[in-house]
T-cell receptor, first 113, second 116 residues
């Protein structure tokens, strides 16, 4: 069965610092992996996705993630945090196109000035 | 492109009433739509998979008679919470998939339901 583990329910960084949000997955087949961002009382916005092409995926707003099969990880990074990055971030997995996503528990990112 | 809308965005109702939430794909046809529920400070949990023209598939523990799903067209799925109770208060989010070979789902903005 698929599952997603996001290490750290809350991450705090200073503005301009590196952002690292961790995601590990379990899947019996090569998965599709996603990072979504959610602002308060809003739906989810897709940041980036891995679909078995390049292992380093670049997304919107300066975020990127690297798929590491040996570590079953798909960590999200951003070189320099901005105040507007403060939000809830969800990692998600699916084993097959067109099927529902399995979400991690989410990581709240706080950015201080 | 790939916009999904939900209506209403907010609803407050009395216990025992029914509430209908609409999910529309505005610029694409969605053969499959998904309904998720999100409790405060928690992740999204899949409630059901809605396929156009057929019965929805519900996840274990989700009462199909309480959460009625209708996917009557390729751009509209509705979730009706029947005889709502305070424990049904939650954030309901739908997503739509442009096709069974498409891996990306597009999410609606969510509907906040408060049952008094």
């Amino acid at each position: 069965a698929q599952s997603v583990t996001q290490l750290g329910s809350h991450v705090s960084v200073s503005e301009g610092a590196l952002v690292l949000l961790r995601c590990n997955y379990s899947s019996s087949v090569p998965p599709y992996l996603f990072w979504y961002v959610q602002y308060p009382n809003q739906g989810l916005q897709l940041l980036l996705k891995y679909t078995s092409a390049a292992t380093l995926v670049k997304g919107i707003n300066g975020f990127e993630a690297e798929f590491k099969k040996s570590e079953t990880s798909f960590h999200l990074t951003k070189p320099s945090a901005h105040m507007s990055d403060a939000a809830e971030y969800f990692c998600a997995v699916s084993e097959q196109a067109g099927t529902a996503l399995i979400f991690g528990k989410g990581t709240t990112l706080s950015v201080s000035s | 492109g790939a916009v999904v809308s939900q209506h209403p965005s907010w609803v407050i109702c009395k216990s025992g009433t029914s509430v209908k939430i609409e999910c529309r794909s505005l610029d694409f046809q969605a053969t499959t739509m998904f309904w998720y529920r999100q409790f405060p400070k928690q992740s999204l949990m899949l409630m059901a998979t809605s396929n156009e023209g057929s019965k929805a598939t519900y996840e274990q523990g989700v009462e199909k008679d309480k959460f009625l799903i209708n996917h009557a067209s390729l751009t509209l799925s509705t979730l009706t919470v029947t005889s709502a109770h305070p424990e049904d208060s939650s954030f309901y989010i739908c997503s739509a998939n442009p096709g069974r070979t498409q891996e990306t789902q597009y999410f609606g903005p969510g509907t906040r339901l408060l049952v008094l």
